[in-house]
């Protein structure tokens, strides 16, 4: 079992940044990946960035060059960056820990903070 907590959501201009945070109940390091997803009303969730273990990123095509995900896996926390924030980027962002079991991937999930972009 893996316990998410997001935080760092709010409301900020276009063009502004936010740094959502996700504190982890367990050692990061020992889970495959973590990730950020987003979902805005009436839209599917969508993959935001996840950062493997072995070091690797990956980043939906419309937050790349303006977002970056990050690990501090000494204290357990996952970060998001978001600069140059665009009014499409409103959505609950949710915290995600895929983690790999003998036969099965299970994913864990946070309850989501909300990021607000607007004038």
Known sequence: QVQLVESGGGLVQP????????????NIASIYAMGWYRQAPGKQRELVADSISGGSTNY???VKGRFTISRDNANNMVYLQMDSLKPE?????FCNARVRLPNLWTDYWGQGTQVTVSS
């Not at 063009?15 to 367990?26: E, T």
């Not at 980027?89 to 962002?93: F, S």
Request: charged fraction near 20%; include cysteine.
């Open 89 to 93: 980027d409103t959505a609950v962002y």
């Open 60 to 62: 939906a095509d419309s």
């Open 15 to 26: 063009g502004g940044s936010l740094r959502l945070s996700c504190a982890a109940s367990r």
